[in-house]
């Protein structure tokens, strides 16, 4: 198996998985207070985890976590969960994925901005048509404007914040030990949240407290294969196949949910994916990199 094929594999399997962790999470937000089961899926997921680093040999909190780069990673992952988690909670699930992938025109932008990495002409036009994308979800008219789509906006911010980070993240940090440190900024965004609505449920349903369980596993297993996927082949081949998440979304959205995105957010995610796409692809290719 190619380098990339393998890369593309992991990163649908990533993709498949993170939607499958939101839609269980959303499931179980109906019966168990948010902030209860965030903190208990954090804390599953980290535990699974650190079993994984245990059963490799290496420690569960090496003294890197210290560093700078990752503490300024996991302060900036602590902002996306909170937001993102909101965000599930209040919002639809077709509407939080859509505006999720602006993630990487957000991440082009600020590795222009703050790396100095160099961006033409086609592909700032590309990133403000995916701009005007969002723009069209979020339709910021006076009697129109829906205050609480900042929720999933300000998460995707941090998650593109979070990826920016990750640059100054020692190599010598496997995925399992980056996974735990995730779970952990997680599991004290649970607490956060927890913290201003303290309730316990009502009742204790048995399928709810499985769903938090079953987003723990498909979480711990997306998280590693992202790992995978970004170190295998090249990013210009794999990276587009974060979109696939957009597809899966929607239709356990539809499927489970029963949500109906209307037209307007429909073509303001076409729009994000579409240039989402351009930019990768122009990233990604050396010969391209001031088009």
């Given at each position: ?21 939101d839609a269980f999470l959303k499931y179980a937000f109906q019966d168990i207070p948010r902030g209860m089961a965030f903190t ?96 069209l979800i979020l339709r910021p008219a006076p009697g129109v404007f829906e205050p609480l789509v900042i929720l999933p906006v ?14 100054a993240s020692p190599p010598s940090v496997s995925g399992r030990q980056l996974g735990t440190l995730g779970f952990l900024v ?106």
């Amino acid at each position: 198996m190619s380098p990339n094929l393998r890369g593309s594999l992991f990163m649908v399997l990533s993709m498949c998985a993170f939607a499958a962790e939101d839609a269980f999470l959303k499931y179980a937000f109906q019966d168990i207070p948010r902030g209860m089961a965030f903190t208990l899926f954090g804390l599953v997921a980290m535990s699974i985890c650190a079993l994984m680093s245990l059963r490799a040999g290496e420690a569960v909190f090496p003294a890197s976590f210290l560093s700078r780069g990752l503490l300024v990673r996991s302060g900036i992952e602590l902002i996306g969960r909170l937001f993102y988690t909101l965000s599930l909670a209040f919002v639809s699930l077709s509407l939080t994925s859509v505006i999720l992938q602006a993630t990487p025109l957000v991440v082009t932008l600020g590795a222009a901005l703050l790396f100095g990495e160099k961006v033409g002409p086609r592909r700032w036009i590309a990133m403000l048509i995916g701009f005007a994308g969002v723009l069209l979800i979020l339709r910021p008219a006076p009697g129109v404007f829906e205050p609480l789509v900042i929720l999933p906006v300000i998460g995707m911010l941090g998650f593109a914040g979070r990826d920016l980070a990750t640059r100054a993240s020692p190599p010598s940090v496997s995925g399992r030990q980056l996974g735990t440190l995730g779970f952990l900024v997680v599991t004290t965004a649970g607490l956060v949240i927890w913290a201003f609505d303290p309730r316990l449920p009502t009742a204790w349903p048995p399928l709810s407290f499985g769903a938090v369980a079953c987003a723990a596993i498909v979480g711990t297993i997306a998280y590693n294969s992202l790992t995978v996927a970004m170190r295998s082949g090249e990013i210009s081949v794999v990276a587009p196949f974060r979109y696939s998440r957009l597809l899966v979304a929607l239709v356990i959205a539809y499927m489970v949910f029963g949500e109906r995105p209307d037209t307007l957010t429909l073509v303001g995610g076409a729009l994000i994916v579409a240039t989402g796409l351009f930019t990768l692809l122009r990233s990604g290719n050396p010969t391209r990199e001031a088009v």
